[in-house]
């Protein structure tokens, strides 16, 4: 036995080092970006023991049939919508394109597969109560069909109340379908979702389902927050459904967050991202409604979803075209700050071009590696003359972009690259100068109760710190 032992040691580490390099050569030809790639290569070709699993985790290279899966899903979708007829926006679309407005948008329509719509009808709330209770104000008068989705579902006050009300409008024949993510909400019991089944509500838990190895996989998360009432009234934001969400929670508590509510043509497109989810959970279409009449005057909208399986890397270049066409303005509040080089070099762009540009940041960590990763890119930030910001009152999750004083856009995307190329996410853009002047003395008030990020502070940090930062930033582009 004393023989055998180290030459076992020796053919396991022989092993685990070849299924490394292996793991980094397939690393190398699948990651979409050079640094996922070399962050990935390296850490397995030297340190497999402690990469190899992770990679199986958060590796994007066990997905290729999923993708594959998703897309095709994406296509009987759509196939089985056109059967409906489902073409809602001709006459709000070619409105929109007549109007000057639409030149600052004119990408999006292509980059995101939605067109950009005329005459909605949009409404800002701040925070978690002002959110929840026009959520559930339009729940509790729902007539036909309720639709939502959110990232994190939990068993709290705040979950149980929307059970409750589930519950009530099924039982009053309204046709209520659920879809939450299966990782963003791990912690919700099998109890809750059964509870609503047997009450009638149509529930699913979003989930990869490509193979066995993915059964430890986090990417790929549907991080979208949709709720749609009668196919009239929709609602797109940051917030998910718990107690911290409503500002309840210490240690990061207040909470800071924002959702839109909209009316009008664009709600059809909500409808059709959840229907494009639910299909991929169900293999069945949620009801879509398309109401009599909209409203006859209005503002433009575009949703914009993106995910994975997209063909191009949708919330990546959506930042960057967004940057590109300020030429006054660049206003984005995120709670995570890891730029891809693209995004970065917009924001430097943007600077030289003499455009104010301020990137609003919690003072408060969720996430610490997160969290160390988002304060390098900040220092190296202030240093190209971008102005950041740390909000002090609480955490801040909002996901706001303000572009010049015409083009907002509000929903579930973080500057970061699980937001740009692993999550499935959407943004509401809306090209409107009262709105835009709305989101605007929000962000004001925002940015009165933040603290500005100076040179010296990146300087002063301490040199453990800007150790473990820099740590934090090779891993960023698997964070």
Known sequence: MDYFGPHIFGYTIALLHSLGMIAAIHAVLTVRTAQGSIAWALSLIFIPYLTLIPYLVFGRSTFDGYIKARRQANEEMRKAISELNWRPWVEEALTARASSAYDTLRAMPKLGNMPCLANNEVHLLINGKATFDAIFEAISQAKEAVLIQFFIVHDDRLGQRLQTLLLKKAAEGVAVYLLYDRIGSHSLPHSYAQKLRDGGVEVKAFATRSGWLNRFQVNF??????????????????????????????PLAPWRDTHVQVRGPVVANMQESFAEDWFWAA???????LPEVYPEDGVLCQLLASGPADAYETCSLFFVEAIHAATERVWITTPYFIPDEAVFAALRLAVLRGVDVRILLPSRPDHRIVYAASSLYAFEAVRAGVRMFRYEPGFLHQKVVLIDSEISAIGSANLDNRSFRLNFEV???????????????????????????NKEEG?????????GMRIARLISPIL
């Open 221 to 250: 998360r549907n991080h979208r927050k949709v709720v749609v009432v009668d196919g009239m009234l929709g609602f797109v934001g940051g917030h998910n459904v718990g107690d911290e969400y409503m500002g309840e929670k210490p």
């Open 283 to 289: 293999r069945s279409l949620p009801p879509l409604i």
């Open 427 to 453: 943004m509401l853009l809306t090209v409107d100068s009262a709105f835009a002047a709305e989101v605007e003395h929000m962000l004001n008030d925002d940015f009165a109760q933040a603290h500005e990020i």
């Open 459 to 467: 300087r002063e940090t301490h040199r453990l710190q800007q150790l």
